[in-house]
């Protein structure tokens, strides 16, 4: 199967790859998968305090190269963001951005349930309530 | 020496085919044209005489007689002419038939088909190493045992059963035994009278060969075998296989058997030395796994785990230069990693993290340096980005974590 420019781009060249610190109160760290379904996600942002903006994004990705490219671009999207605006994000944007085939979208859903999972982890640090998230297939 | 680039490593899938092997097909196709079957002219006499000197290379190389060469369209037909052609000719003696979970497709679909006509299937699990265990296999003979379907090499991870120890059990209980010689034919040395094989399949296209071309080696003494055709028509192949024969792709077999036979021995040490080597380098990586038995192994097959390295993803670091297979599957919805290495009693994680090596004819030690580094630099950086990886680096147990299964 032919991968996308864009997919090969963002495996080649991944943006923010890293680990931000999973102590800090204004982190929040999602991590979903599995090792036996051949990929886990995680995904980290780190909220700015001050102006309630995503002022920083990490991934790590065990997967093939649409899962990996999926959360490079969720980094990417992420930063710059509100918590409110990141929630935004469906997972069908990402299948769009990527041209990832059908039998890819389960990248995209990853990487959206890896974002919610995040928000959620540093709503709960702040005290916030857990949001309960619509289910999508895998 | 020049590196020619992209690098070919899936000679288990499918081999080229030998410039000599092409050369001898060359005049079968417009000018020796003729049907093998036509008594009554020289174009017949011609197509028959080749086919004739043919099955003698093809039967020679598995020191077979070439009376017992069932000419197919691939191993595949010859799997299932096996094993659906036995179980309707002895029906009188019996219906069941006992095979292994690390068999072929060919092999473990045409077996469920038997199932579903009332046959009964025994499938005997593999020890860690791939092996199938002896005491095991004798236990699972019954008095209507009428076949026993173990293969001689494995296509994923090479690794070749004990097909004399299989054949005396089998000899012991006056019970048939098939092999699927697919993946050795061509590679090792195979004496189906010196393995007790009573009948094998095998293909062209695993040994330089044309595709679309194989056989079923079909014993006819001590004991002498017959299956039912599954193919209705003009009775050819001693009326096992009809259809007018493929002369063109035939002489191409045979050459391809000859030049096995001739280059056997210096090429399986060439390979093996090869494969070692690639191997051995990549086990420096940490966490790196051979699946499978190194002993008992074909010497140009490599199967490798590299943990906390999806394979699908490992593969797109490098195919656009190097071509070879992942053990994992993450195309369909399913997910579902190699059941072969699963057999082995590989967790799926392994099992997602492999690759299989499969070296030829035409591979290079250049090729193989080439395959060394560009494999270790994207283990590496994949490794950087796996999640999995860190955790293991900080001592998480990745097992004891809840994961949420989609």
Known sequence: MAYSDKVIDHYSNPKNVGTLDKSKTNVGTGLVGAPECGDVMRLQIEVDEASGLISDAKFKT????????????????????????????????????????????????????????????????????????????? | MELNLPIYLDNNATTPMDPRV??????YFIEKFGNAASRNHSFGWVAEEAVDYSREQIAKLINADPKEIILTSGATEADNLAIKGVYEMYASKGDHIITCTTEHKAVLDTCKHIEKL?????????????????????????????????????????????????????????????????????????????????????????????????????????????????????GHERGMR?????????????????????????????????????????????????????????????????????????????????????GSACT?????????????????????????????????????DFTIKAIKETVIKLREMSPLWEMFKEGVDINAIEWAHH
């Open chain 2, 332 to 368: 369909s919805a399913s997910l579902e990693p190699s059941y072969v290495l699963k057999a082995l009693g590989l967790g799926d994680d392994l099992a997602h993290s492999s690759l299989r090596f499969g070296l030829g004819r035409f591979t290079t030690d250049e090729q193989i």
């Open chain 2, 22 to 27: 092409l050369e001898a097909m060359l005049p």
């Open chain 2, 242 to 326: 009809s259809g007018t024969l493929n002369v063109p792709s035939i002489v191409g077999f045979g050459k391809a058997c000859e030049l096995c036979m001739n280059e056997m021995e210096s090429e399986s040490k060439r390979l093996s030395k090869m494969r070692d080597r690639l191997e051995n380098s990549l086990m420096e990586l940490e966490e790196t796994y051979v699946n499978g038995n190194r002993e008992h192994r074909l010497p140009h097959t490599a199967n490798i785990s590299f943990k906390y390295v999806e394979g699908e993803g490992l593969m797109m670091g490098f195919n656009k230069n190097i071509a070879l297979s992942s």
């Open chain 2, 118 to 234: 009332g046959g009964q299937v025994t499938y005997l699990d593999v020890k860690e190493d791939g092996l199938i265990d002896m005491a095991e296999l004798e236990k699972a003979v019954t008095d209507k045992t009428i076949l026993i379907a173990i293969m001689y090499g494995n296509n994923e991870t090479g690794v070749i059963q004990d097909v004399k120890a299989i054949s005396k059990i089998a000899r012991k209980h006056g019970v048939l035994f098939f092999t699927d010689g697919t993946q050795v034919v061509g590679k090792i040395p195979v004496d189906v009278n010196a393995d007790g094989i009573d009948l094998m399949a095998f293909s062209a296209h695993k040994m330089y060969g044309p595709k679309g071309v194989g056989a079923l080696y079909v014993r006819r003494k001590n004991p002498r075998v017959k299956v039912t055709s599954q193919m209705d028509g003009g």
């Open chain 1, 62 to 138: 065990f997967g093939c190269g649409s899962a990996i490219a999926s959360s490079s671009l969720a980094t990417e999207w992420l930063k710059g963001k509100t918590v409110d605006q990141a929630l935004a994000i469906d997972n069908m944007d990402i299948v769009e951005e990527l041209n990832l085939p059908p039998v890819k979208i389960h990248c995209s859903v990853l990487a959206e349930d890896a974002i919610k999972a995040a928000i959620n982890d540093y709503r709960v640090k702040n005290g916030l309530p857990e949001l309960v998230a619509e289910k999508k297939a895998h």
